[in-house]
């Protein structure tokens, strides 16, 4: 069979019975060479296949796809939607070393050249950070020149917004652990107008509290916020770093933006153009979405929302209104499920109580059992 035809029926198996389409695998790797003609992607999805279903059986596998890999890696290097493959099945059978390697092939790829740097793009830059964390390649000490460049070319163009997931700061602050990196970063935090860039301070906030300095960096930004006293639009943006300096306080992995919502309320106060005006409004709707308060979020889009009349603007509050409607529906359906499955759970409790009861002969708790199961 060739690889691409066994590659998608093994996928198809694999969704029902990942032991099963793990020993297909194995069986057609023992029967031939036919592998060594595999491109990366086909031959990454069937390492996983066999690393999740057959862990213990998986190295003989990955040692030869390794030697595939490593040479289409030096033709081409690898993306890391494909690195993340390979990092999963090293991972799954119990290699964490090579789960390293392959994981640092990913960092290389994406950020190892100013042509990467051009080309990846922040969500590619947020996977990669995010696995060197999971794979402790990170903390105090261990900065990422490569990471911090690509970092600052995203600011550059344009692309290291405001609005991105909140774990997304917090995962390329990680590769940031030296002086040198945060210096590279750091000289991005204010754009030629003299106004701060949010994104950047959001991800100095993470920087900051993960080296025990939050309090310093909450102080430095009220000082900004009173150097810029006499320009709103900037004394607006500092307030919105601040409020997010707030928002981590105590824990960067349960953060809520809402924690620093005097600023915000300032913020929303002193905005004087229309971008700014748009930026706090967008992060009062986010933080509000972000808690769960979507009948809050819509409200504050009501009330602000009419105030932009330009196309862009206009058209980045009907995103924010179709992202709420989108998050509370999905929240909806997520409590309904959770109702139909906690009944669930009940009626099968009363009935296992019910067998019991009736097993020992216990009638008084069968006759409250039998009433409880027909309410």
């Given at each position: 069979m060739e690889i691409g035809n066994?590659?998608?029926?093994?996928?198809?198996?694999?969704?029902?019975?990942?032991?099963?389409a793990a020993d297909v695998v194995l069986a057609w790797f023992g029967s031939g060479d036919s592998w060594k003609g595999g491109g990366d992607v086909e031959l990454a999805r069937l390492a996983r296949v066999v690393a999740d279903g057959r862990p213990e059986s998986a190295a003989p596998l990955l040692k030869a796809f390794e030697q595939r890999w490593l040479v289409l890696n030096a033709e081409k290097p690898i993306r890391w939607n494909v690195c993340w493959l390979i990092v999963a099945a090293w991972n799954s059978a119990g290699n964490k070393e090579k789960a390293r390697e392959w994981v640092m092939k990913a960092y290389e790829t994406e950020v190892g050249s100013e042509e990467a740097r051009e080309r990846a793009d922040v969500g590619a830059l947020n996977i990669v950070s995010e696995l060197m964390q999971v794979y402790e390649l990170t903390g105090e000490g261990k900065g990422y020149p490569a990471m911090a460049a690509a970092i600052a070319t995203k600011v550059r163009k344009g692309e290291l917004t405001a609005s991105l997931p909140w774990d997304y700061y917090m995962h390329l602050a990680a590769l940031l652990g030296t002086p040198e990196t945060r210096q590279t970063v750091e000289a991005k935090l204010i754009d030629p107008a003299g106004q701060p860039r949010l994104g950047v301070a959001k991800i100095l906030t993470y920087v900051r509290f993960a080296a025990g300095g939050i309090e310093a960096w909450q102080a430095y930004l009220d000082g900004q916020v009173e150097t810029a006293a006499g320009s709103p639009d900037a004394q607006a943006g500092w307030l919105l770093a601040r409020a997010h300096a707030d928002s981590v306080v105590p824990s960067v992995l349960f953060p809520s933006p809402l924690r620093g919502k005097k600023w915000l309320d300032q913020a929303l106060a002193?905005?004087?153009?229309?971008?700014?005006?748009?930026?706090?409004?967008?992060?009062?709707?986010?933080?509000?979405?972000?808690?769960?308060?979507?009948?809050?979020?819509?409200e504050t889009l009501d009330g602000l929302g009419h105030q932009f009349e330009d196309e862009v603007f206009a058209k980045g509050v009907q995103q924010l209104r179709r992202d709420t409607s989108r998050l509370w529906i999905e929240a909806d359906l997520r409590a309904e499920r959770a109702k139909a499955v906690a009944a669930d759970l009940?009626?099968?409790?009363?009935?296992?109580?019910?067998?019991?009861?009736?097993?020992?002969?216990?009638?008084?708790?069968?006759?409250?059992?039998?009433?409880l199961t027909t309410e």
């Open positions: 066994l590659t998608a029926f093994i996928d198809s198996l694999a969704s029902l019975d990942r032991k099963r002193l905005a004087a153009s229309a971008p700014v005006r748009f930026q706090v409004l967008d992060e009062i709707v986010r933080g509000h979405m972000f808690v769960g308060k979507y009948e809050k979020a819509t009940h009626a099968e409790t009363l009935k296992q109580r019910l067998d019991a009861a009736r097993a020992r002969g216990d009638e008084e708790a069968v006759r409250r059992y039998e009433a």
